[in-house]
């Protein structure tokens, strides 16, 4: 079954206790994306990855870090959270489309709810 | 940078009753995508709009994409209780990036 997979579900945590979200998909799509959610907010982007070891920062990467060291796998990584980093988020994944025109939808895992206290 | 704003934030309707929700960019897109998550889900791609002026119906969806591209709204004729979640528009600037930049989403709630 196409997807993507998001690990863990849930996670609570201390302040500055590393932690990695994973993110895996079985579909080979060139794109990943991880996004946060919040409420009135809406979906904001952290970090996107066009392709294996190309990664650029999205629209509030401070206090992430993310890698694409294989096509499949998109970590998150939180060095040291902070409580402002309590969110749910997603990781989405797509093609990239043909002759540069983006026409493939994003799929989304099922979320993880991160709590930081 | 580039915004998408998205009206309203909530919406209760009567089941029956017709909803809309609309979504405007601060800058032309190539594209726009319509997402749906249930309430506890994941976001759900409905359907992409790319052409200036396009209509395109699902059932009792109809989307649209304004002629300047820089516009959208999702219409949903005859609410059932199966519409219940959260609607948002993302919005692709023109060039090949990796920006789909999502509006805030709409809430919709249907009472029986």
């Known amino acids: 079954e196409a997807q993507v997979t998001q690990n863990p579900r849930y996670l609570i945590t201390v302040t500055g206790k590393k932690l990695t979200v994973t993110c895996s998909q079985n579909m080979n799509h060139e794109y990943m994306s991880w996004y946060r959610q919040d409420p009135g907010l809406g979906l904001r982007q952290i970090y996107y990855s066009m392709n294996v070891e190309v990664t650029d920062k999205g629209d509030v990467p401070e206090g992430y870090k993310v890698s694409r060291k294989e096509k499949r796998n998109f970590p998150l990584i939180l060095e040291s959270p902070s409580p402002n980093q309590t969110s749910l988020y997603f990781c989405?994944?797509?093609?990239?489309?043909?002759?540069?025109?983006?026409?493939?939808?994003?799929?989304f895992g099922n979320g993880t709810r991160l709590t930081v206290t | 940078g580039q915004q998408v704003m998205q009206i309203p934030q909530y919406q209760h309707v009567q089941e029956g009753e017709d909803f809309t929700t609309y979504c405007n960019s601060s800058t032309t897109l190539s594209n726009i995508q319509w997402y749906k998550q249930r309430p506890g889900g994941h976001p759900v791609f409905l359907i992409q709009l790319v052409k200036s002026g396009e209509v395109k119906k699902q059932k009792r969806l109809t989307f649209q994409f304004g002629e300047a591209k820089k516009n959208s709204s999702l219409h949903i004729t005859a609410t059932q209780t199966t519409d219940v979640g959260t609607y948002f528009c993302?919005?692709?600037?023109?060039?090949?990036?990796?920006?789909?930049?999502f509006g805030q989403g709409t809430t919709l709630q249907v009472k029986p």
């Open positions: 989405a994944s797509s093609f990239t489309g043909r002759d540069s025109v983006w026409n493939s939808p994003l799929h």
């Open positions: 993302a919005g692709r600037g023109s060039g090949n990036t990796g920006k789909l930049i």
